[in-house]
T-cell receptor
């Protein structure tokens, strides 16, 4: 079984630009969560989607947005990039039966210059 | 503010010994607890979860939960150099989300 997939693996952007990150969950999983992780810290929660509806939002500015598609894949968009947005962006999927058991994709390393 | 606290380490343990990792949490209503392992530059990998007070064993790993004292621990028996990683503790809140600690860096010395 394929695990969670994310694309791209690495990305370099310039301040002020916009970026879209993509995630496909484990087959059968209907919930997707997005996290930001900077070096030396635990993941910081950004969004959670379940059945295409936003189920939770972390303490991130409105520059961050996300959506989930009918096939349960998801996109995270970040507008007006700042240097501080440089981080590892993680996507995790979970099943209906075990919402808290989250399985991560390999992540997207975003560098903003 | 719900918090999960971990000692950042590094925790250095000789090969073959038991590594003990600890985590405390602030939300007394939490019901689900997770340990993730994260190698440098990689994403977190779920290695253990526990929902009930007491011990849960899986191979060389044992998770221990004490809800009264609000702590959860992870024991790694017969530690191997490949166990060297950062171990993240996560606690489920009432909104289907995980609250994360900052992680403990574990170093297994050959």
């Amino acid at each position: 079984d394929a695990g969670v997939t994310q694309s791209p693996t690495h990305l370099i952007k310039t301040r002020g630009q916009q970026v879209t990150l993509r995630c496909s969950p484990i087959s059968g999983h209907k919930s997707v969560s997005w996290y930001q992780q900077v070096l030396g810290q635990g993941p910081q929660f950004i969004f959670q989607y379940y059945e295409k509806e936003e189920r939770g939002r972390g303490n991130f500015p409105d520059r961050f947005s996300a959506r989930q598609f009918p096939n349960y894949s998801s996109e995270l968009n970040v507008n007006a990039l700042l240097l501080g947005d440089s981080a590892l962006y993680l996507c995790a999927s979970s099943s209906v039966q075990s919402s808290y058991e989250q399985y991560f994709g390999p992540g997207t390393r975003l560098t903003v210059t | 503010q719900k918090e999960v606290e971990q000692n950042s380490g590094p925790l250095s343990v000789p090969e073959g010994a038991i590594a003990s990792l600890n985590c405390t949490y602030s939300d007394r209503g939490s019901q689900s607890f997770f340990w993730y392992r994260q190698y440098s530059g990689k994403s977190p990998e779920l290695i253990m979860f526990i929902y009930s007070n007491g011990d849960k064993e899986d191979g060389r790993f044992t998770a221990q939960l004490n809800k009264a004292s609000q702590y959860v621990s992870l024991l790694i028996r017969d530690s191997q150099p490949s166990d060297s990683a950062t171990y993240l503790c996560a606690v489920g809140d009432s909104n289907y989300q995980l609250i994360w600690g900052a992680g403990t860096k574990l170093i297994i010395k050959p």
